[in-house]
């Protein structure tokens, strides 16, 4: 199993990123994909989630602003942020959930078995 993501750099406040995460070694399409973000000294936070049949779940903190979604032609899933502000700085990470089922209600960050290698977001 591998997630890469990409699409991390610096942007100004007020600006957008566009994370993308590609997976492999498992079948993406039946799987809840999600996307955290963690910052040194502080727990792994869960940003977005995403089911297997395209039910959406966000944090608080980015809802009305950021919209995971899912192409699973391609094996991807998508993180695109708008109206970024410094507090979302922070290293952006892809997990995926291979043990339960394709819903993604309720999922904790524990509850994510294959991690990405993370993608920085820097906001200024």
């Known amino acids: 199993v591998q997630l890469v993501e990409s699409g991390g750099g610096s942007v100004q406040t007020g600006g957008s990123l566009r994370l993308s995460c590609s997976a492999s070694?498992?079948?993406?399409?039946?799987?809840?994909m999600g996307w955290f973000r963690q910052v040194p000294g502080k727990e792994r936070e869960g940003v977005a989630r995403?089911?297997?049949?395209?039910?959406?779940y966000y944090g608080d903190s980015v809802k009305g602003r950021f919209t995971i979604s899912r192409d699973n032609a391609k094996n991807t899933v998508y993180l695109q942020m708008n109206s970024l502000e410094s507090e979302d700085t922070a290293m952006y990470y892809c997990?995926?959930?291979?043990?339960?089922?394709?819903?993604?209600?309720?999922?904790?960050?524990?509850?994510?078995?294959?991690w990405g290698q993370g993608t920085q977001v820097t906001v200024s």
């Open positions: 997990a995926a959930d291979l043990t339960r089922s394709g819903g993604c209600a309720g999922r904790r960050v524990m509850d994510f078995d294959a």
């Open positions: 070694g498992y079948t993406f399409s039946s799987r809840c």
């Open positions: 995403v089911s297997s049949t395209g039910g959406t």
